[in-house]
């Protein structure tokens, strides 16, 4: 079955950063594109980045680009995010997606990143 396993959320101070993983399986992972999202208390879910298949494609929100940076390893079915220069209003749950239609219902548990002195 599909199954998607965020980590690496934490607490840390403004400006710092954190590493976020996503592995999956039970999707093709090699040929999905894949997204991070994320889902801050009271606001609705929000897409953060994507990265196509083959890793060569990447689109950002505009409240993260040039912070952020999403890859992907297809050798073993995972896709990170890179999160520097983080800011409190960063601070939210974020889950990771395969951008495919037979996998658009499947979310992780999501991780939790709280950015705040």
């Known amino acids: 079955q599909v199954q998607l396993v965020e980590s690496g959320g934490g607490l840390v101070q403004p400006g710092g950063s954190l590493r976020l993983s996503c592995a999956t399986s039970g999707i093709i992972f090699s040929i999905s594109a894949m997204g991070w999202y994320r889902q801050a208390p009271g606001k609705q879910r929000e897409l953060v980045a994507t990265?196509?298949?083959?890793?060569?494609?990447?689109n950002y929100a505009d409240s993260v680009k040039g912070r952020f940076t999403i890859s992907r390893d297809n050798a073993k079915n995972t896709v990170y995010l890179q999160m520097n220069s983080l800011k409190p209003e960063d601070t939210a749950v974020y889950y990771c997606r395969a951008e495919r239609v037979i996998y658009s219902n499947y979310w992780g548990q999501g991780t939790q990143v709280t950015v705040s002195s």
């Open positions: 990265i196509s298949s083959g890793g060569g494609s990447t």
